[in-house]
């Protein structure tokens, strides 16, 4: 099952049309990464303070669909995929009242902070991607069983 995440639309994350402001879409999105990760397991504030490793994101895109104003109910889901020994990407769909208004990827790449070059991704995010993946595989064929 991918990972879920309620976000309401508060006033600051809209421009001055009244809806959600475009690069507040990411952000939103990085809040359900962080909630998946922290619901898996992980100690979000020694992950993101490691000296050792970091995780960070070298894309992100996003497709809109339908505005999403103030006071929106959001639900993310969230599917990670592992790309590569150190690279995953993260997609996302939003959905307001049963209404998908967005969807989004954001790629990541594990480094060393400190010389910046690339490394395998730890033992912790191999788990938290080869568990959100399976969990997704099996809600896949859940759902294809339904449509049969």
């Known amino acids: 099952m991918s990972f879920i995440y309620h976000r309401t639309i508060n ?15 990411l952000s939103i999105c990085h809040e359900a990464y962080e909630a998946s990760l922290e619901a898996s397991g992980i100690h979000l504030k020694d992950f993101f303070t490691n000296p050792s490793i970091a995780v960070p994101v070298v894309h992100g895109n996003v497709d809109f669909f339908r505005p999403m104003f103030s006071g929106d109910k959001l639900i993310v889901s969230l ?70």
């Open 79 to 148: 599917v990670p995929h592992k790309l590569a020994v150190n690279k995953f990407e993260v997609h996302y769909e939003i959905v307001v009242e049963n209404v998908l208004v967005a969807k989004a990827v954001t790629r990541h790449v594990c480094i060393n902070p400190i010389s910046r070059s690339k490394q395998d991704l730890s033992a912790e995010m191999i788990k938290w991607l080869e568990t959100k993946r399976h969990d997704a595989e099996g809600e896949e064929r859940i759902k294809s069983r339904e449509i049969l």
């Open 11 to 25: 006033l600051r994350d809209t421009d001055a049309a009244g809806v959600v402001y475009f690069a507040n879409v």
